[in-house]
């Protein structure tokens, strides 16, 4: 099975749940708890690998620049399915209250 087809099906499966759940909240909230998790995944992976004070010593180097633009083009992608899911639960909202 090819990776796209299952990235499809994942996609089509939880994408609208996730982009409705998110689309609740505003954009530059999901934003910067999107990356907040992140670096939280990060050092908890850190902990769990190598123990916390080596995770203390070697945290510095996810916040070069390289490694913020990484985490941040991650957060924005969340962020645009938070849009896309407000823009969708919106537009349903609008046509259930047309129907009158």
């Given at each position: 099975?090819?990776?796209?087809?299952?990235?499809?099906?994942?996609?089509?499966?939880?994408?609208q749940?996730?982009?409705?759940?998110?689309?609740?909240?505003?954009?530059?909230?999901?934003?910067i708890?999107?990356?907040?998790?992140?670096?939280?995944?990060?050092?908890?992976?850190?902990?769990?690998?190598?123990?916390?004070n080596?995770?203390?010593?070697?945290f510095?180097?996810?916040?070069?620049?390289?490694?913020?633009?990484?985490?941040l083009?991650?957060?924005?992608?969340?962020?645009?399915?938070?849009?896309?899911g407000?823009?969708?639960?919106?537009?349903?909202?609008?046509?259930?209250?047309?129907?009158?």
């Amino acid at each position: 099975m090819s990776v796209e087809i299952v990235s499809g099906l994942v996609g089509g499966v939880f994408g609208q749940a996730v982009g409705e759940f998110l689309g609740k909240f505003r954009l530059w909230q999901v934003l910067i708890l999107t990356l907040m998790a992140e670096y939280a995944a990060v050092f908890v992976a850190g902990i769990a690998l190598v123990g916390f004070n080596v995770t203390v010593l070697r945290f510095h180097q996810f916040v070069t620049p390289y490694a913020v633009l990484i985490f941040l083009g991650l957060a924005v992608m969340v962020t645009f399915v938070a849009f896309m899911g407000g823009v969708a639960r919106n537009g349903a909202n609008k046509s259930n209250g047309d129907k009158r």
